[in-house]
């Protein structure tokens, strides 16, 4: 394979075809035999590793443990909560067949959990002894999809979910904050991207739901991302399921119960937020590698040595990095194929920079070089990876501002559609069918309530000023809230 940029298509030219081709010539993923899935190859699956490994540190921080539940699901368990199955339908696999059998009952394969694990907490849960039941499950999951999208729509696809249960209403409430929160400190914190964060609409909300959180991240086309989401569930499931407890006073009661989670399609909005015409750009806390050290001369075994000096001292300060000696590839095949992969770092290594033993340093995110002493490499490499995690961070919460607007007309609003999208603020009435004519005409729908309006949050800690009570854009009627809206993946 020859890495050029050549082989890349524009970014601002075809967003979608340079997205696809980052992912195929990075070695991301591939496209499986079977229709609308996907292989995840071993650097996307790097990356997955390490979100996991970081955000399965937060969420057992939180006392959450985690289990696993079976893949299969009998249909009828789905059929106890009559919206949560209505909302899944179209997208069900189902099992008929099994050992050469028909069965006696269909088998779902898992497109969401909360039904097979509810039928078990209904047998481990009888006290408030028993109580808060914090479990998450890092998984598959599939979901027949009609229009497929490496990492961010597939039929099959990873995830972590979260499902707990409660004593009350109040306490489960926090547990949905405390996720989403969770969420939104990961994904700034960690793969530098800039969101929003809101309570969805009624009928954007996950079916089953008394509510549904969410995180929304913008990507470069102007369309919104949905990171994940963290749902308050109420009682719904946990009546139909029997999930219930004797309180303190003796009383039969019913669980409140949350589930939340987020997918491989945070490595979707990754490589959109942070890509370019060159290929990936990595924040240094995901990348699987943060330093990849280039020898000019690979024939050169004192250079090689030397090379390898210097990965084994960055290894004992716990960077990810290694050295590229192979004689096969050029150095200039090096360099594209590094900086197409979104290595942070480069060190370029040739015979006079060991004489004067000087480094040459290239950072991925503004392809720019610095030469630095060897003596002083270690602190130099460890401060330029916190820059540039700051650095792409800066740049999405910049791009998100300037590319977040507020329509005062429904004119304004689709003259924005047509022109930047992006995420639109504007008052809106909370009526369905005003929020299922503004999708048809502008293709934006509600992204969220954010989580700055009160009365919505400011009981749990969270909430801004009151916003002024407005017009709605669409119908003009009497609205509370600015929502935000925008034209979603």
């Known amino acids: ?231 308050d569930l109420g009682q719904n499931f946990s009546k139909v399921f029997n999930i219930s407890f004797q309180d303190k006073e003796g009383k039969r009661e019913y669980g409140w119960q949350t589930s939340w989670g987020t997918s491989t399609r945070l490595i979707g909005g990754l490589i959109m937020v942070h890509g370019d015409n060159s290929g990936l750009i990595l924040p240094p806390k995901i990348a699987p590698l943060q330093v990849v050290i280039i020898p000019i001369d690979p024939k050169n075994s004192d250079l090689l040595k030397y090379c390898t000096k210097i990965k084994d001292e960055l290894l004992n300060l716990g960077i990810r990095v290694v050295v590229d000696g192979r004689e096969e590839e050029t150095v200039g095949y090096k360099f594209n194929k590094w900086e197409l992969k979104g290595v942070p770092i480069r060190l370029e290594v040739g015979e006079k920079e060991m004489v004067v033993d000087e480094i040459t340093i290239v950072r991925r995110d503004e392809n720019s070089k610095l030469k630095v002493k060897s003596s002083k490499l270690q602190l130099k490499i460890k401060n330029l990876l916190d820059d540039i995690q700051k650095n792409l961070f800066a740049r999405s919460k910049k791009f998100l501002e300037e590319n977040t607007r507020e329509a005062t007309s429904y004119n304004e609003f689709k003259k924005i559609m047509e022109k930047n999208r992006g995420f639109i603020k504007a008052f809106w009435c909370e009526n369905d069918e005003c929020e299922k004519k503004i999708k048809e005409e502008t293709k934006a729908s509600s992204r969220c309530l954010s989580l700055d309006a009160k009365p919505a949050f400011a009981s749990f800690g969270y909430g801004g000023a009151r916003e002024e009570n407005g017009k709605c854009i669409y119908c003009g009627k009497k609205a509370v809230h600015k929502w935000v809206f925008a034209q979603s993946y």
């Open 1 to 231: 394979m020859e890495f050029s940029k050549k082989n890349i298509t524009e970014k601002n030219i075809n967003f979608s075809a340079w997205y696809n081709d980052v992912i195929l010539r990075a070695e991301l993923a591939d496209y499986a035999p079977v229709k609308g899935c996907m292989v995840v190859r071993p650097y996307g699956y790097s990356i997955w590793e390490n979100i996991q490994k970081i955000l399965d540190g937060m969420i057992k921080e939180a006392g959450v443990s985690n289990a696993y539940f079976p893949l299969f699901i009998p249909q009828s368990f789905l059929n106890k909560e009559k919206e949560h199955v209505r909302g899944f339908s179209p997208e069900l696999a189902v099992v008929t067949i099994g050992g050469g059998e028909k069965l006696a009952e269909p088998l779902v394969v898992r497109p969401t959990s909360e039904t097979v694990i509810y039928d078990m907490y209904s047998k481990w849960i009888h006290s408030w002894r028993d109580l808060p039941l914090l479990i998450n499950q890092w998984c598959n999951i599939v979901r027949w999809e009609k229009r497929t999208y490496l990492f961010l729509r597939t039929s099959e696809f990873l995830w972590q979910e979260g499902h707990t249960v409660h004593s009350s209403h109040e306490e489960s409430w926090k547990e949905v904050i405390r996720a989403l929160m969770m969420y939104k400190k990961f994904v700034e914190e960690n793969l530098a991207i800039a969101l929003v964060v809101g309570i969805k609409s009624k009928t954007e909300k996950f079916a089953g739901a008394v509510n549904t959180t969410t995180f929304e991240l913008l990507m470069p086309d102007g369309k919104a991302l949905q990171g994940g989401t963290s749902h």
